[in-house]
């Protein structure tokens, strides 16, 4: 079955600074990799996604990029705000597989320093 | 509009007991998800239902089982109960039959004592 791996398992930056976060995973069949943001003692936020017809995605400071070939992705965050404090969740899905799931990685705790 | 509301926000029980927890979906919403978040780790997929059909099942035991209904709401129970399963369960609902666009609830925080 598909495996995420996520790295680093913590990152500190300092404010204004750029975070990446790097995953890969192992499946060939996925081709759906969102990214989750998850505050202390909240939900998980969509923040982000990605499609495997895709190399890269942009939303204001954040960003993510796509290497099919070597099944990994990753998060970009530039000018980082102290409310981007959080845990980071990067994901893979086969969202045309009938017997769908998203799988996680471990997280990303990302501190942003004064 | 509301968004994914689940019930109990907390609950403690009793090993051995026996647990269920409730995930109302977006509006329009036709597939729930459920998954399991042990402290420090990611989500993992115990359940996903659409058109009130199993349509995945990640690796839990068969103590594991859920069921949703013609409104989309769904339920997760666990049976015999074991000090591991404490945990944040989180639902989380979609448009489609399809993992894509999920969003979570706030997750009921389940402690086995």
């Known amino acids: 079955g598909e495996n995420v791996e996520q790295h680093p398992s913590t990152l500190s930056v300092q404010e204004g600074d750029s975070a990446v976060i790097k995953c890969t995973y192992s499946?060939?069949?996925?081709?759906?990799f969102p990214w989750y943001k998850q505050e202390l003692g909240k939900r998980p936020q969509l923040i982000i996604d990605i499609r495997s017809n895709v190399g890269e995605k942009k939303d204001q400071r954040i960003a993510v990029t796509l290497n099919k070939t070597a099944k990994h992705f990753s998060l970009h965050i530039t000018e980082t705000q102290p409310e981007d404090s959080a845990v980071y969740f990067c994901?893979?899905?086969?969202?045309?597989?009938?017997?769908?799931?998203?799988?996680f990685g471990k997280g990303t705790r990302l501190h942003i320093l004064p | 509009d509301a968004g994914v509301t689940q019930s109990p926000t907390h609950l403690i029980k009793t090993r051995g007991q026996h647990v269920t927890l409730r995930c109302s979906p977006i509006?329009?919403?036709?597939?729930v998800s459920w998954y399991q978040q042990v402290l420090g780790q990611g989500p993992q997929f115990i359940f996903q239902y659409y058109e009130k059909e199993e349509r995945g099942r990640g690796n839990f035991p068969d103590r594991f089982s859920a069921r949703q209904f013609p409104n989309y709401s769904s339920e997760l129970n666990v049976n015999a109960l074991l000090l591991g399963d404490s945990a944040l369960y989180l639902c989380?609902?979609?448009?489609?039959?399809?993992?894509?666009?999920?969003?979570f609830g706030q997750g009921t925080r389940l402690t086995v004592v």
């Open positions: 989380a609902s979609s448009p489609t039959g399809y993992n894509t666009e999920a969003f």
């Open positions: 994901a893979a899905s086969d969202d045309m597989n009938r017997d769908d799931k998203i799988i």
């Open positions: 509006s329009g919403h036709k597939s």
């Open positions: 499946d060939s069949a996925s081709n759906y």
